[in-house]
């Protein structure tokens, strides 16, 4: 890692994300770590690189602050398992690394400089990684949705395959009952 980029980092990271945490510190990292296992570099645009961060808390924010890619273009899958993990794939070489924060390092409950604290620290001492291999379905690729289906029921279409199957019919989640709102008015 570059030396000198690391402060640009932190300062895209706090005004990104609006506070400085060890959360934040420790997934600026973990990406960084995760591109230097696939040999990317952190200063050019990721146009092969797709990431799977495992929990929605402080550190996934550092994903986009590193590499820019978002949510809504399908490069970034977010599985809500509460880790402190994120896997690196490049769709070029079909490589992925699972990038993991160790548990057992954490500054203490009066740590005001939490930068600071975690500069103390080498990759090797806060961070394991492994080599990985992700299945990943066409439906679930970046680029235009392969299927598009509209429910009969709601009227509003469907893509990706997302869709079930109730009494031969293909309906939204929603309408079978999968909703995690429920409607007031
Ligand atoms: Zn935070
Ligand atoms: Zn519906």
Known sequence: ???????NYLDKALAYHGHMCSGLILGLRLVLKGLELLDLNPDEPQRDLMIFIETNRCLADA??????????????IVYDFGQAA???????TNRAF?????????PPKTEKDHAAFWSDYSDEEIL???????E?????L?????????????????????????NGQEICRCCAGQA??????
């Open 98 to 106: 699972r990038v993991a924060a160790n548990s057992a390092i954490r």
């Open 128 to 134: 394991s990684y492994q080599e990985v291999s992700v």
């Open 136 to 140: 990943l379905k066409p439906e679930n």
């Open 86 to 92: 994120m896997t690196f794939l490049s769709l070029n």
């Open 63 to 76: 994903a986009y602050v590193v590499t820019g890619i978002t949510l809504g273009r399908r490069r970034i």
């Open 1 to 7: 890692m570059p030396e000198y980029n690391w402060k």
């Open 180 to 185: 995690y709102f429920k409607v007031i008015k």
């Open 142 to 166: 970046p680029g235009k949705p392969l299927k598009r289906i509209r429910c009969p029921i709601c009227g509003e279409d469907v893509t990706d395959g997302r869709e079930v199957i109730s």
